[in-house]
Antibody, heavy 124, light 107 residues
Framework: QVHLQESGPGLVKPSQTLSLTCTVS??????????WSWIRQPAGKGLEWIGR???????NYNPSLKSRVTISADTSKNQFSLKLTSVTAADTAVYYC????????????????WGQGTLVTVSS | DIQMTQSPSSLSASVGDRVTITCQAS??????LNWYQQKPGKAPKVLIY???TLATGVPSRFSGRGSGTDFTFTISSLQPEDFATYHC?????????FGQGTKLEIK
């Protein structure tokens, strides 16, 4: 069974860069049947999809964050990472990494595995 | 981007009640809609995919319907473990968008 674990600083200063890593075990990020995403959730609010990476290295980002986001992967370590630049208090949230499993050619699938989530607070 | 409008944002109900949550997309998403359950401090868990297909191991009291822009999620008879927050999510186009969530509370 695949396991995802987020890691990174829990406190980031305003205007700095938020950096998180998701370590995957029990499965390969090189799988052709999966996409690897970052999702965040401010306290008491809904879920916001940040972006994803595929085994080919191709990425897709939420336009609302695109200018500040980079998602990358290190297949040798079976990890993928998130960098979010120029953070403000509005970026304070629980950040999840998650796996999207594709079951059909039309892209049908769902987020089938999630990390436990890590709280990142933006504050001076 | 596609917008997902989920309602209600909160709902109080009793064990045994039938409850329905709606999710409306700002444009046609076909049947590319999932429903997730989230309990406090935990990651979401998929209940329904493809608008109406029950995920493996999910009790049959949960159901989903709809296609195009209008979707519903129903719990036929609430159980104590069902009090949680529910999210819809479209995957017809990137960016994936979630609804605002519905917090289901005990009356």
């Amino acid at each position: 069974q695949v396991h995802l674990q987020e890691s990174g600083p829990g406190l980031v200063k305003p205007s700095q860069t938020l950096s998180l890593t998701c370590t995957v075990s029990g499965g390969s990020i090189s799988s052709s049947s999966h996409y690897w995403s970052w999702i965040r959730q401010p306290a008491g609010k809904g879920l916001e999809w940040i972006g994803r990476i595929y085994t080919s290295g191709s990425t897709n980002y939420n336009p609302s964050l695109k200018s500040r986001v980079t998602i990358s992967a290190d297949t040798s370590k079976n990890q993928f990472s998130l960098k979010l630049t120029s953070v403000t208090a509005a970026d304070t949230a629980v950040y999840y990494c998650a796996r999207w499993g594709v079951i059909a050619a039309d892209g049908t699938g769902w987020f089938d595995s999630w990390g436990q989530g890590t709280l990142v607070t933006v504050s001076s | 981007d596609i917008q997902m409008t989920q309602s209600p944002s909160s709902l109080s109900a009793s064990v045994g009640d039938r409850v329905t949550i709606t999710c409306q997309a700002s444009q046609d998403v076909n049947n590319h809609l999932n429903w997730y359950q989230q309990k406090p401090g935990k990651a979401p868990k998929v209940l329904i995919y493809g608008a109406s297909t029950l995920a493996t191991g999910v009790p049959s009291r949960f159901s989903g319907r709809g296609s195009g822009t209008d979707f519903t999620f129903t719990i036929s008879s609430l159980q104590p473990e069902d009090f949680a927050t529910y999210h819809c999510q479209q995957y017809n186009k990137v960016p994936y968008i979630f609804g605002q969530g519905t917090k289901l509370e005990i009356k």
